[in-house]
């Protein structure tokens, strides 16, 4: 199915969109270092099938307007530019999709507005309180973690652009030359790399460090973060950067779960398991 690429004006900002069919929406968000690209598959598939299946780039990301000040980066923010995207495609409720930073947007578009998303699916992106008591409580979870401090830094985008990329591509477990190519050329737009890196930046969930107590500035409620929207969580278990400490008490936070783990997929799931992606939403979605 042929991909229609358009700028979307929402919350301020101009964003890229790549968008297949007609039909409920079904809104996909990627995750850092990512961009649209990710979901590509996806978007034929679901396009192809009955849906408006669309994939922003993120604020900040690829061909997407990117604010320079941190603060543009808050959660607040994001939450709305969500909103205010799926709103110029359907007055609806949606089905929204989500992996790593997009999905602690999808999880805080959830918490906070329920009343207009009709499923959320989240792939390897820890539900926001669980995340908050692993990186306060749990050591090897801070270990996995630690790379974060460093992306906050000045010199993240230095450190990350050496070599081609090199440090950002080795990340990934399996990567074709298109993709590899296609990744640089998305992280070489001007700002583009800064704008992904300030969503660490801007986040108060962080490893605490000697000199800063990080996550242990905060003190959250478990009430506060429940979700009452039926949800499916597809989980990689050799993610390395996200423990399996992070799905446990899941079912506490989200009543309507349907968790799924995949033992031999890691944090790019979507790359790595597509078809078996595909297959847990469809089934998920069924009806609608």
């Known amino acids: 199915m042929t991909l229609v690429h358009e700028t979307v004006a929402a919350n301020g900002l101009r964003f890229h969109v790549a968008r297949a069919g007609?039909?409920?929406?079904?809104?996909?968000?990627?995750?850092?270092?990512?961009?649209?690209?990710?979901?590509?598959?996806?978007?034929e598939h679901f396009g192809a099938r009955g849906w408006c299946a669309a994939a922003p780039d993120l604020r900040g990301y690829n061909l997407s307007e990117k604010p320079a000040a941190v603060e543009a980066y808050r959660a607040k923010h994001l939450i709305a530019d969500v909103l205010a995207l799926a709103a110029r495609y359907t007055?609806?409720?949606?089905?929204?999709?989500?992996?790593?930073?997009?999905?602690?947007?999808?999880?805080?578009?959830?918490?906070?507005?329920?009343?207009?998303?009709?499923k959320l699916v989240m792939l390897n992106s820890p539900h926001p309180y669980l995340f908050w008591r692993e990186l306060c409580d749990n050591p090897a979870q801070q270990k996995a973690s630690e790379y974060m401090n460093l992306f906050r830094l000045g010199k993240a985008e230095r450190v990350l652009s050496e070599n081609g990329y090199a440090?950002?591509?080795?990340?990934?477990?399996?990567?074709?030359?298109?993709?590899?190519?296609?990744?640089?050329?998305?992280?070489?737009?001007?700002?583009?790399?800064?704008?992904?890196?300030?969503?660490?930046?801007?986040?108060?969930?962080?490893?605490?460090?000697?000199?800063?107590?990080?996550?242990?500035?905060?003190?959250?409620?478990?009430?506060?973060?429940?979700?009452?929207?039926?949800?499916?969580?597809?989980?990689?278990?050799?993610?390395?950067?996200?423990?399996?400490?992070?799905?446990?008490?899941?079912?506490?936070?989200?009543p309507d779960l349907k968790l799924v783990r995949v033992p031999e997929a890691s944090h790019w799931i979507a790359r790595e398991r597509t078809d078996l992606v595909i297959r847990e939403i469809e089934a998920f979605t069924i009806g609608r």
């Open 167 to 254: 440090r950002l591509l080795g990340a990934f477990s399996d990567l074709d030359e298109d993709a590899r190519k296609a990744l640089v050329e998305a992280w070489s737009q001007p700002g583009a790399l800064t704008g992904g890196l300030n969503y660490y930046r801007a986040s108060p969930l962080y490893p605490p460090t000697a000199d800063d107590p990080g996550p242990k500035k905060l003190q959250l409620k478990p009430e506060d973060f429940r979700v009452r929207v039926p949800t499916l969580v597809v989980w990689g278990e050799r993610d390395s950067a996200l423990l399996p400490g992070c799905l446990d008490g899941l079912d506490a936070l989200v």
């Open 22 to 43: 007609e039909g409920p929406l079904m809104l996909f968000l990627h995750g850092f270092p990512e961009y649209w690209a990710m979901w590509r598959p996806l978007l």
């Open 91 to 118: 007055k609806d409720k949606f089905v929204l999709v989500a992996h790593d930073w997009g999905g602690a947007v999808a999880w805080g578009v959830a918490i906070q507005h329920p009343d207009r998303l009709q």
